[in-house]
C-alpha cells in the first residue's frame, strides 16, 4: 500500500492505506470491512457496489480509491436505522422489492440519489434511473412499484412497522 | 383464527386441504401477502452472503485455469509457486483429492491450485506455475461428438461419482461416443400415424447456451476437522451435494457437512450441486494445509465453470388432421453436457419426454434424447432444467403447426389439451389438478383487455403470441420416495423455531413456512424462527430446496407439524385453564377463552416439540399460459416486448405477492432466454463471460406492462393446495415471445437468442434456416 | 518517483509541468469510469495517477454569447444539471442516455474524448455540434475540431500514457504531454431553421452501442430544403466516425424522406463498419436506418416539413 488516504465513511472519520489502482469497493470491502458493500462483477455493469460519494451515486468497483481522500462516502449502512427506515427501504418492503436482497443495498441507494435529484416523474424515469443496477430475482417489477409509490408520497410514513399488513 | 379440537386423524402424511384453503385465513396466515421475514436485513444491508463471510485464519485460494479447451496435462511443476511469499500450498490436478485424472475438457478446467493468506498473493502465485499440456483435437457439436470417430471428451457414462445416473442402452447406431445420456421412448405407431396424418409439420429448432449470473459469485470455504469437511457455501440440494461430494472425495457421506451462510444467495439451479472445479478444489487445499480455504469465482469463472443451461438441438415432426387434431409426435434432441456431467443432467432429458404428455393428447408418441460430452463449458441445472428448452420447441412448433391447418393457435391448443382426470398418452395417471383451462381463459381476457385499441405505425409490426407450459413438481418421481420432514418447537415465551431443509434463496420459503406455523398454530409470523436443520439432525430430507418443492413439500411437512403443535398446545392450554379444547382460540399468539385472554408465554411451562413429515406420493403439474405482444422496428430487428401476460396455475398462492415476485422473475429470465443472453464461444473460449459483454435483461426490455393472473386450482395433494411455482413458470415464457415476433414478422426465429440482428435477417425474407452471415 | 502516488494538483500549470517531466509514467485521471475496468483486466498499470477531478477551471461550464466552454473534467451529470448546457439539446439528449446515473456522476467529456473509444456517444455529438477541443502542455495551448482529433490517427500514432498500447481502445491524436482542457461549443446562430438529434441502438439498454448516429441540419430560409448537414456517427468504425459522403449528398436537396434515404444510401461510402457484436453488413443497415430516421428528426426539429 502506497498512498494515505482520509475520507468520511458512513459518518465517522477513518484513514487507511490504499494504492491508486485500487478500486474503491475493495478498500471498502477488504480493509474496511465493510461488507454491505456487494461485489458482483469486474466491469461496473451490475451495481451491487453503489455506494454515495458526496451524496452523488457512483459504483464503487468504478471509483479509484484514493479519489475519495477528503470527501465523505455513504453506504447502505448510513441508510436509516433498524428502528427507523429511511423511507425508500419502507417502500421496498413495502412492496416486496427483495427477494435474494444481493442488489438491493444498490437498488436502495441508486433510488434515494434518483428521488433526491427529482421533482416529477413516472415509471419510465425510474426504469432509467434504475439502469445501473442489475436484479435477478424480481424481474424489477416490484422495485418499480416501490419507486412509483415514493413519487406518489415523497414524505412517506417512517413509521409503518415491519412486517405488518 | 378458530381453532378446532384436534381430530381423530392423526396420519402423518399431507391431508386433503381443499376445504382447508377455503377456510377464512388468518390475518397473516396462508393466503395473505405477509412481509417477508428476512426483508429487514436486506434493505438494510446488514444480511451476509457467501461471498461476504471470513473466518479466522482462513487462506484463499486461485485456481489456474485451462485456456485450451481440450488436451492432457504432461507436466504441472508448482514448485515456484509454493515457494511465493504467503503461499501455503500449491496443488497440481494430480494432487487434488477426488477424481482429477491428467485430462483437460473445456476452457477453464483446473490445472492446479493455490492457497495462500490474501487472494493477491495466491493470483499472483498462479503466474510461477509451469505446465506442459498436449492439445488434443477438441469438438464443439454435440451432434458430431456423439458420432463414431469423434474425439473422445469421457468414455460413454463415466462413473464421476454423481447421483441418479440410470442404466442406458443406446439403440441409435449413431449414437457412439461421448454419450452422458439417453432415452428413448415409444407409445402407439408414429409411422403410421405420420403417413395417414392430413399435415405432417417438421421443424428443427435449437436453444442457446445461457448462464444464471447470480450477482453474488460462487464462494466457498471448506475446513476439516479430523476426518470431518465442512463446506459453508450456498447449495440448495443440501443431501444429496453431501453425498455426491462424499463419493467424489472418496470419504463418508458423514463425513461432510454442508452448511449455509447466514443469508444464502439466488440460485436458480445454479447452487443446487456442488461443481467439479469448486468445493473439491478447496477441500483438497484446506486438507492439504490443515486451514480454512476460500474459493471465490471471478465473474468471468461463473461463465467458465460456474454451469450453463444445457444447449440443445431439437427435431419435431408433427402429425395433425385437417381439423387440428395431432395424431402423432415425433421428437428427437441432442443435448449438449459439455466438459462435465452435473448430478441431475439426465432430467434434461426426462423432461423433454414427458413434459408434452402433461399437456397434450398425443396418441403416437415417439422421442429420442441423448446428451453428450464436448469440450464446451460443462452444462448444468438451470431454473427449469430441460423443459425450458424442450417447452420453446414444443410451443413454436404447435404455433407452426396450427397456422399450416389454418387454425388459431389458441384454438388448436386447446382442441388438443389433456383434460382434468383424463389419463395421460403413455398410460399414466390422470391430470388431478389442472388450473390450464382457466389460464388460457383469464390469461386471454386480460390480454384483450390491455392489447385493445392499439395504433401501430408504419415503423413498427406488432406481433401476438401465446404458449402454454408445464412442469412437475418436486423431483418429479411422485413415488413416495421423496419426503421432507420438519421439527417445530414452542418455547415457553410462545415464539416457534422451525427446523427444515428449506434453503431460502429468496424464493421466500422461510416466509412461507412461518405464514404456515402461524396459520396452524395462531402466533404472529414474526414469532416463527425458521432454521435449516443440521446434516447430523435426526430428520430425513432428500432434495432441499430444488425442483420447486419448498413449499409443496417442505411446506407439508411444516404443516403436518403445525397441526400437531396446535393440538398439543390446545390440550396443555385447556389443561392449564381447565376448560374444554373446544372453547380455547389462539390468534396472533394471545389465547381467548369464555372467561381470560392470556398470552401463549403465560400458560406454557414446558417446550413443545413436534416431527411433521410429508411424501410425495404425487408430482402435480403446474400449468401456465402467457400471452405476449412484441412490437418490432423494420429498420432494425429490434424486438420490443410491449405486453406480457402470465397467467400461471399455483395451486394456492400462501404469500400472493411472493408469487407474483416469482413470475416476474420467470419473465425476466424467459425474455432473456428469448431475445438477449447467449453465452458465445469461439472454439470453446467463451466470448462474453463478462456482464457487460453477457447481455442480462435491464428493466427496459421487460415487458412495458406485465400482468400476472394467479389462478388457483386448489392441488390435492399439496399445503392449502399449493404446488410447484418457480420452475414452470418459466418455460412458456419465451415461446410466447418467439410467437409474436413469428406473428410479427411473418418468419419464425427458430434459433434464440431472437437478437434484433437475427430478427433483422429473419424479417429481409431470407430462409430462417439459413445462417446469418458471418464476417471474417 | 515512488513506487506508486496519486495526487490531485491544483491547476492545469501543475498538471502540465507534471506531464512535462514524467509523461512517460503518470496518468491522468478524470473520472476513472473508463480506466478502472482497463486497470483490473491488467491492459492499464496505473501506478503514478494525476487526478484533474479537483482543478476548478477544468470543471466549470461557461457560457458567452458565442460559446458554451465545458471543462473536460466536468462529469456528465453536472453538464446535464447545469442551465449553462441548456441550448444544446442534443447534447443533453446524448449524455442522459450514456450508461447510468452512477457512470454519470463521474465519467466527463475530457475522459471520453481522450480514450475515443468508438463507441461512445459523445464523440459524434460534439462533431455535430462542431465542437473545438482545446489541448494543452507545458509548450502551450492548440485547438482541434473534434474529428481530427481520430481522422488520422492510426495505431502507430504516439499515444498518450505510459505504455505504448495506451489504454487500447482506440488511436487518438494527443500525445502523451498533453491534457484536453475544454470543450468549445459554438452558439447556434438559431434562426429557427436548425435542428438536432442523435440516436442509439445498444444490445440491451445499458449494453454496448450497436451503432449511433447524431445529425444537425440547417434549413434553407423556406425551410424545405437543406442547406448544411453534419452527421456523426458512434460504434460504426475503428474511431470516432462522420459521414461526409452523406452529408455532401444531403446538401441543397429537399426536405423530403425519399432524397434523405437516397442519400444514406451512400453511407457504406463512408465507413467500414466493425465486427463486434454483430456482422459489418448488419451494422450498416442499422446505421443507414438509424440515419434517415436522425436527419428526418433533424428536419422537423428545424421546422421543415417532411414529405
Ligand atoms: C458501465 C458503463 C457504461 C457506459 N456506457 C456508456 C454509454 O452508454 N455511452 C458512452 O458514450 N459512454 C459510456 N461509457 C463510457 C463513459 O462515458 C466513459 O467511461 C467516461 O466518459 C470516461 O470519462 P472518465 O472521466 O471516467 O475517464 P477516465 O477513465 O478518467 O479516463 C479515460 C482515459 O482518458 C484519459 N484522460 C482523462 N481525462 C483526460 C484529459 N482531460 N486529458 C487527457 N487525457 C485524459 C485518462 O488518462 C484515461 O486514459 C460507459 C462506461 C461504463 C463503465
Ligand atoms: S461490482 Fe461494481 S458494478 Fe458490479
Ligand atoms: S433480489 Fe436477488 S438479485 Fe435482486
Redesign the interface.
Known amino acids: 500500500m502506497t498512498v494515505t488516504v482520509t475520507f468520511e465513511l458512513d459518518g465517522e472519520s477513518v484513514t487507511v492505506e490504499t494504492r491508486p489502482d485500487q478500486p474503491l469497493r475493495e478498500l471498502l470491502r477488504e480493509s474496511l470491512d465493510a461488507k454491505q458493500v456487494k461485489s458482483g462483477c469486474e466491469s461496473g455493469r451490475c451495481g451491487v457496489c453503489t455506494v454515495l460519494l458526496d451524496d452523488t451515486v457512483v459504483k464503487s468497483c468504478l471509483t479509484p480509491a484514493p479519489k475519495v481522500d477528503g470527501r465523505r462516502v455513504r453506504t447502505i449502512a448510513d441508510i436509516g436505522t433498524d428502528e427507523d427506515l429511511h423511507p425508500v427501504q419502507t417502500k421496498f418492503v413495502d412492496n416486496f422489492a427483495a427477494q435474494c436482497g444481493y442488489c438491493t443495498p444498490g437498488f436502495v441507494l441508486a433510488t434515494v440519489d434518483f428521488l433526491e435529484n427529482t421533482d416529477e416523474f413516472d415509471r419510465e424515469d425510474a426504469k432509467k434511473a434504475i439502469k445501473g443496477n442489475v436484479c435477478r430475482c424480481t424481474g424489477y417489477e416490484k422495485i418499480l412499484d416501490a419507486i412509483e409509490t415514493l413519487d406518489e408520497e415523497t414524505d412517506a410514513d417512517r413509521d409503518s412497522p415491519l412486517g405488518t399488513e | 383464527m378458530t381453532r378446532e379440537a384436534p381430530g381423530t386423524d392423526s396420519s402423518r402424511s399431507i391431508q386433503a386441504s381443499r376445504e382447508t384453503a377455503e377456510q377464512p385465513p388468518s390475518?397473516?396466515g396462508v393466503g395473505?401477502?405477509?412481509?417477508?421475514?428476512?426483508?429487514?436485513?436486506?434493505?438494510?444491508?446488514?444480511?451476509?452472503?457467501g461471498?461476504?463471510v471470513s473466518r479466522p485464519s482462513t487462506l484463499h485460494a486461485a485456481v489456474l485455469r485451462a485456456e485450451t479447451p481440450h488436451g492432457t496435462l504432461r507436466t504441472v511443476d508448482t514448485t515456484a509457486a509454493t515457494d511465493c511469499d504467503g503461499v501455503v500450498a500449491a496443488c497440481s490436478r494430480s494432487e487434488l483429492r477426488g477424481f482429477f485424472d491428467d485430462r483437460i475438457r473445456h476452457v477453464g478446467d483446473v490445472i492446479a491450485a493455490v492457497a495462500a493468506t490474501d487472494r493477491e498473493t495466491a493470483y499472483r502465485a498462479l503466474e510461477e506455475i509451469e505446465y506442459d499440456v498436449i492439445e488434443h483435437e477438441p469438438v464443439f457439436d454435440a451432434a458430431t461428438a456423439v458420432q463414431a470417430g469423434a474425439p473422445i471428451v469421457h468414455e460413454n457414462q463415466p462413473d464421476l461419482k454423481q447421483h441418479r445416473q440410470h442404466p442406458i442402452e443406446v439403440t441409435n447406431e449413431e449414437y457412439v461416443n461421448n454419450i452422458d445420456d439417453y432415452h428413448a421412448y415409444q407409445h402407439g405407431d408414429v409411422d403410421e400415424a405420420l403417413n395417414t396424418a392430413d399435415h405432417v409439420i417438421e421443424r428443427s429448432y435449437t436453444t442457446p447456451r445461457v448462464s444464471?449470473?447470480?450477482?453474488?459469485?460462487h464462494c466457498c470455504i471448506a475446513s476439516w476437522t479430523d476426518d470431518q469437511l465442512h463446506v459453508e457455501t450456498t447449495l440448495g440440494n443440501i443431501t444429496q451435494a453431501q453425498e455426491e461430494l462424499g463419493d467424489f472425495l472418496e470419504i463418508d457421506h458423514d463425513s461432510v457437512e454442508i452448511t449455509v451462510p447466514p443469508?444464502?444467495?439466488?440460485s436458480?439451479g445454479g447452487r443446487s450441486l456442488p461443481k467439479f472445479t469448486f468445493e473439491p478444489v478447496a477441500a483438497s487445499l484446506s486438507e492439504r494445509t490443515g486451514r480454512p480455504v476460500r474459493l471465490e469465482f471471478?465473474?468471468?469463472v461463473e461463465f467458465l465453470a460456474g454451469e450453463t443451461r444445457h444447449k440443445t438441438e431439437w427435431e419435431l415432426t408433427m402429425g395433425v388432421t385437417d381439423d387440428g387434431e395431432i395424431t402423432a409426435l415425433q421428437t428427437s434432441v441432442i443435448a449438449d453436457t459439455g466438459g462435465y456431467p452435473n448430478g441431475v443432467g439426465h432430467i434434461v432429458l426426462s423432461n423433454g419426454r414427458d413434459r408434452p404428455l402433461d399437456m397434450y393428447r398425443i396418441p403416437n408418441y415417439e422421442y429420442e434424447g441423448v446428451s453428450v460430452f464436448t469440450n464446451n463449458v460443462p452444462a448444468g441445472e438451470y431454473r427449469g432444467i430441460g423443459v425450458t428448452q424442450g417447452t420453446f420447441a414444443l410451443e413454436s412448433h404447435i404455433d407452426e403447426v396450427a397456422r399450416t391447418v389454418g387454425m388459431d393457435p389458441l384454438t388448436f391448443r386447446s382442441r388438443n389439451l389433456l383434460e382434468e382426470g383424463e389419463d395421460r398418452s403413455n398410460g399414466r395417471g390422470p391430470i388431478d389438478t389442472s388450473g390450464v383451462t382457466e389460464c388460457l381463459e383469464r390469461g386471454q381476457r386480460t390480454f384483450e383487455r390491455i392489447t385493445d385499441d392499439r395504433s401501430s405505425s408504419s415503423n413498427e409490426l406488432v406481433g401476438r403470441g401465446v404458449a402454454l407450459g408445464t412442469h412437475t413438481t418436486g423431483s418429479g418421481a411422485g413415488d413416495g420416495r421423496d419426503v421432507s420432514e420438519a421439527e417445530l418447537t414452542m418455547r415457553t415465551d410462545g415464539t416457534v423455531t422451525a427446523k427444515t431443509a428449506g434453503v431460502e434463496?429468496?424464493?421466500?420459503s422461510d416466509t412461507v413456512m412461518s405464514q404456515i406455523v402461524a396459520h396452524e398454530v395462531g402466533v404472529?409470523?414474526?414469532a416463527v424462527r425458521v432454521e435449516r436443520f443440521p446434516a447430523s439432525a435426526a430428520l430425513d430430507d432428500s432434495l432441499g430446496a430444488v425442483a420447486s418443492r419448498s413449499t409443496y413439500l417442505i411446506g407439508g411437512a411444516v404443516r403436518d407439524a403445525g397441526t400437531q403443535l396446535s393440538s398439543t398446545l390446545v390440550d396443555r392450554i385447556s389443561t392449564a385453564l381447565d376448560c374444554s379444547p373446544a372453547d380455547v382460540r389462539i390468534d396472533d399468539g394471545t389465547v381467548h377463552t369464555d372467561r381470560s385472554t392470556v398470552s401463549i408465554s403465560d400458560l406454557l411451562e414446558e417446550e413443545i416439540t413436534v416431527v411433521g413429515r410429508a411424501t410425495a406420493d404425487d408430482a402435480p403439474a403446474s400449468y401456465g399460459a402467457h400471452f405476449a405482444e412484441v412490437v418490432v422496428?423494420p429498420?432494425?430487428g429490434?424486438v420490443d416486448v410491449r405486453t406480457f401476460v402470465a397467467a400461471q396455475d399455483v395451486g394456492f398462492a400462501i404469500n400472493p405477492?411472493?408469487v407474483?415476485?416469482q413470475l416476474?422473475?420467470?419473465?425476466?429470465h424467459g425474455v432473456e432466454f428469448a431475445i438477449?443472453s447467449e453465452l458465445r464461444a469461439d472454439n470453446g473460449i467463451p466470448e462474453n463471460s463478462?456482464?457487460?459483454?453477457y447481455?442480462?435483461?435491464?428493466?427496459?426490455?421487460?415487458p412495458n406492462q406485465?400482468e400476472c393472473e394467479i389462478i388457483e386450482s386448489a392441488e390435492r395433494s399439496g399445503p392449502y393446495g399449493a404446488k410447484g411455482l418457480g420452475t414452470p413458470s418459466l418455460p412458456p415464457v419465451a415461446p410466447a415471445i418467439g410467437n409474436a415476433i413469428r406473428d410479427a414478422i411473418g418468419n419464425r426465429i427458430t434459433n434464440p437468442p431472437a437478437?434484433?440482428?437475427r430478427v433483422?435477417?429473419a424479417m429481409a425474407g431470407r430462409d430462417f434456416d439459413e445462417e446469418?452471415?458471418?464476417?471474417e | 518517483m515512488s513506487d506508486q502516488s496519486y495526487r490531485f494538483p491544483d491547476s492545469i500549470e501543475e498538471v502540465k509541468r507534471i506531464l512535462d517531466r514524467h509523461n512517460d509514467e503518470v496518468t491522468i485521471v478524470s473520472g476513472g469510469q473508463t480506466l478502472l475496468p482497463l486497470v483490473r483486466d491488467g491492459t492499464v498499470e496505473l501506478d503514478h495517477a494525476v487526478d484533474i477531478s479537483r482543478i476548478p477551471a477544468l470543471t466549470r461550464i461557461e457560457r458567452t454569447a458565442e460559446k458554451t466552454v465545458i471543462g473536460s473534467a466536468v462529469t456528465y451529470r453536472d453538464i446535464l444539471a447545469s442551465e449553462k448546457s441548456d441550448r444544446h439539446p442534443m447534447l443533453l439528449e446524448a449524455i442522459d442516455g450514456i450508461g447510468d446515473r452512477q457512470v454519470r456522476s463521474l465519467g466527463t467529456i475530457g475522459g471520453a474524448l481522450a480514450s475515443g473509444e468508438p463507441a461512445l456517444d459523445i464523440i459524434p455529438v460534439l462533431y455535430c455540434l462542431d465542437a473545438t477541443v482545446v489541448i494543452g502542455s507545458s509548450d502551450g495551448t492548440r485547438r482541434v475540431d473534434v474529428d481530427a482529433l481520430y481522422r488520422n490517427a492510426t495505431k502507430e500514432t504516439e499515444l498518450r500514457g505510459p505504455r505504448e498500447d495506451y489504454i487500447g481502445l482506440a488511436p487518438v491524436e494527443i500525445d502523451a504531454s498533453e491534457i484536453i482542457e475544454a470543450i468549445e461549443i459554438p452558439a447556434i446562430d438559431d434562426d429557427g431553421h436548425h435542428g438536432e438529434d442523435y440516436r442509439k441502438q445498444t444490445n440491451v439498454a445499458g449494453g454496448w452501442t450497436i451503432s449511433g448516429v447524431g445529425t444537425s441540419v440547417s434549413l434553407s430560409a423556406t425551410r424545405d430544403r437543406i442547406d448544411s448537414a453534419r452527421v456523426g456517427l458512434a460504434a460504426v468504425g475503428q474511431t470516432g466516425a462522420s459521414a461526409p459522403t452523406v452529408e455532401t449528398a444531403l446538401e441543397g436537396t429537399p426536405t423530403t424522406m425519399q432524397e434523405i434515404t437516397k442519400s444514406v444510401e451512400q453511407l457504406g461510402a463512408d465507413i467500414e463498419p466493425t465486427t463486434t457484436l454483430v456482422t459489418s453488413q448488419y451494422r450498416l443497415q442499422v446505421a443507414k436506418t438509424l440515419a434517415s430516421r436522425s436527419i428526418a428528426e433533424a428536419v422537423t426539429r428545424a421546422g421543415g416539413e417532411l414529405e
Open positions: 390475518k397473516r395473505t401477502a405477509t412481509k417477508r421475514t428476512d426483508i429487514a436485513s436486506k434493505v438494510r444491508g446488514t444480511a451476509i452472503y461471498s461476504d444464471h449470473c447470480n450477482l453474488d459469485t443469508t444464502p444467495s439466488s436458480f471471478p465473474r468471468d434463496l429468496g424464493q421466500g404472529p409470523p414474526e422496428d429498420g432494425t429490434h405477492k411472493m407474483e415476485g416476474e422473475g420467470a419473465v425476466l438477449c463478462s456482464l457487460a459483454d447481455s442480462v435483461a435491464s428493466p427496459v426490455e421487460m406485465l437478437t434484433a440482428e433483422f435477417f446469418v452471415p458471418v464476417d
